[in-house]
């Protein structure tokens, strides 16, 4: 599940703000009462779209709502503490890789796209398991003990 890189909680869903016009026929009835009639209601109208439903922030996801809802998308903190691993452009996130879109993201958020070509993913995670091993030369491997 999604979550909000400004709260940190899991998203289930996101709000989305639009206003829209609506036109109304006023006029009384047969009584003298008012009487409304939807008359006319105008195209919607984007306020404000992508906002955790828990702290109220805009999220930005750069109409990648779906992606993001399925994790295939990821807006996080450079300090996220699920953030596994970092090497290069990449990181893994919750035990998947994802390269960080280096023009959408920010010295404050990294924009992560899924790799979804799981023979590339494999061995980026390898290759970056290996650097960890390597600047951790006294830390021994299941198989060396």
């Known amino acids: 599940?999604?979550?909000c890189p400004f709260c940190g909680k899991e998203i289930e869903y996101l709000h989305s703000w639009y206003q829209e016009v609506t036109r109304y026929r006023v006029s009384l009835d047969e009584n003298g009462d008012l009487q409304w009639e939807q008359d006319f209601v105008s195209d919607s109208e984007a306020l404000e779209t992508d906002v955790c439903p828990h702290c109220?922030?805009?999220i930005p996801i750069h109409d990648d709502t779906e992606e993001?809802?399925?994790?295939?998308?990821?807006?996080?903190?450079?300090?996220?503490?699920?953030?596994?691993?970092?090497?290069?452009?990449?990181?893994i996130f919750r035990g998947r890789v994802y390269k960080i879109d280096e023009n959408e993201s920010s010295p404050d958020l990294l924009i992560l796209?899924?790799?979804?070509?799981?023979?590339?993913?494999?061995?980026?995670?390898?290759?970056v398991e290996n650097s960890q091993m390597e600047r951790c030369p006294n830390v021994l491997?299941?198989?060396g003990r």
Do not use: C, Q, W
Not at 70 to 90: Q, S, T
Not at 116 to 126: N, R
């Open 1 to 3: 599940m999604p979550k």
């Open 141 to 143: 491997s299941a198989g």
């Open 68 to 91: 993001f809802l399925k994790e295939r998308y990821v807006v996080l903190r450079p300090d996220d503490p699920e953030i596994e691993a970092r090497k290069d452009n990449f990181v």
């Open 113 to 127: 796209r899924l790799v979804e070509d799981e023979l590339v993913a494999d061995i980026i995670k390898t290759d």
């Open 56 to 58: 109220e922030r805009h």
